[in-house]
């Protein structure tokens, strides 16, 4: 099972930042966040990981609260590109790594 | 660099018949895992290769197997197919060494009728 809570879905108007939550009470100290997006009818695209500290890439940023057992995913100027679904996952950073997806979040971007 | 490509798109198959679907990773990668997403739900994990052996399996019966190839290539199998196999399959590569972020090819679309 997957061991992350997030809302089913959510509306971002576009050009305003988008923020999504994910809540991961249970997770462990060698366990990573990441986010994953689905645009419909495409395999899932990598987004942002991260451990404990706040991360940013040219996609994304990650917001890792303190006891870890909460994060936001802040896409900060939606386009209508960035409607799909967003996965956040926890899984150990190195080794096999199994992915464990939920349901997910399905992200509408509004014009 | 073409990523992660998969073989065929589509596929329609009847019941009791056996299906292979095709991953070739990302170039530089050599671990792949095959993931099945059903209509409407998340991707679940079948299992994973590394270095041509399976190294971890989700809860996915004996009916679906696999192979990886020298070249990092991979192959799965389904035998026996049912009509809930019916699902997007996805394939996966990543380094095992290397950064943390899997990619992911398109999918096949298989159909059991």
């Known amino acids: 099972d997957a061991k992350t809570t997030q809302p089913t879905s959510m509306d971002c108007a576009e050009g305003r930042a988008a923020n999504l939550p994910c809540n991961h009470s249970?997770?462990?100290?060698?366990?990573?966040v990441y986010w994953y997006r689905q645009i419909h009818s495409q395999g899932p695209q990598y987004i942002i990981h991260?451990?404990?500290n706040n991360e940013t890439n040219e996609m994304a940023s990650l917001i890792i609260t303190e006891d870890r057992k909460s994060s936001t995913l802040i896409l900060p100027h939606a386009t209508l590109r960035d409607t799909a679904v967003y996965y956040c996952?926890?899984?150990?950073?190195?080794?096999?790594?199994?992915?464990?997806f939920g349901q997910g979040t399905r992200l509408t971007i509004n014009p | 660099d073409a990523g992660v490509t998969q073989s065929p798109t589509h596929l329609i198959k009847t019941r009791g018949q056996q299906v292979t679907l095709r991953c070739s990773p990302k170039?530089?990668?050599?671990?792949v895992s095959w993931y099945q997403q059903a209509l409407g739900q998340g991707p679940q994990f079948i299992f994973q290769?590394?270095?041509?052996?399976?190294?971890q399996r989700g809860n996915f019966p004996d009916r679906f197997s696999g192979h990886q190839f020298p070249n990092y290539s991979s192959e799965l199998n389904v035998n026996a197919l049912l009509l809930g196999d019916s699902a997007l399959y996805l394939c996966?590569?990543?380094?095992?060494?290397?950064?943390?972020?899997?990619?992911f090819g398109p999918g096949t679309r298989l159909t059991v009728l």
């Open positions: 249970t997770i462990s100290g060698n366990e990573y």
């Open positions: 996966a590569s990543r380094q095992l060494a290397g950064a943390n972020e899997q990619f």
């Open positions: 991260g451990l404990k």
């Open positions: 290769y590394y270095e041509e052996e399976e190294r």
């Open positions: 996952i926890v899984s150990e950073g190195k080794g096999a790594q199994k992915l464990v």
């Open positions: 170039s530089g990668h050599d671990t």
